[in-house]
């Protein structure tokens, strides 16, 4: 019975999500295209606009792997009975830390070149701190892979 419950909410709530995420990553598109004509009819700078459409992007991209994980790792059933939950993480994270660590690193790099066409050098900051973070998820990610590793 017990199992039953939590097979039916573990079904559940990750189509629920997985459609909650395939949806917030269809309407970023929607924004994507609706602020890009909007930009170009207002004869907006062309550099902001895609520099902005860029970065909408890249959060439609990041939300969308995100459904993609929970609808693979979650909705199906039976699969993960046979592991545990470090198998499962090693399987699941390393694909969405990957698209984190890209989402991070195209937004540093695009706000370096916003600041750099700004001439807001004292604000590089900003781009240096996402970049560090970037690095340090990475290595985390690294560290954590090599010490679960089963062949030792």
Known sequence: MNSSITSFMRNFFSRALTIIFFGLAI?????LF?????????????TEILLKSINTGI????????ALIINKEYSEPGEDDNKNAIE????TLPRFI?????ALSL????MVIKYSQLDLAGNLYYPVA?????????????????LTDKQK
């Open 98 to 102: 990957g698209t984190v660590c890209v």
């Open 59 to 66: 959060i439609a991209l990041a939300v969308f792997e995100l």
């Open 130 to 146: 996402i970049i560090t973070s970037t690095a340090l998820l990475l290595s985390s990610l690294a560290l954590f892979l090599y």
């Open 88 to 91: 499962t993480l090693r399987g």
């Open 34 to 46: 609706t602020n890009a004509v909007q930009g170009l009819i207002a004869q907006s700078d062309l």
């Open 107 to 110: 937004e540093g790099l695009i």
């Open 27 to 31: 309407i970023l598109v929607i924004s």
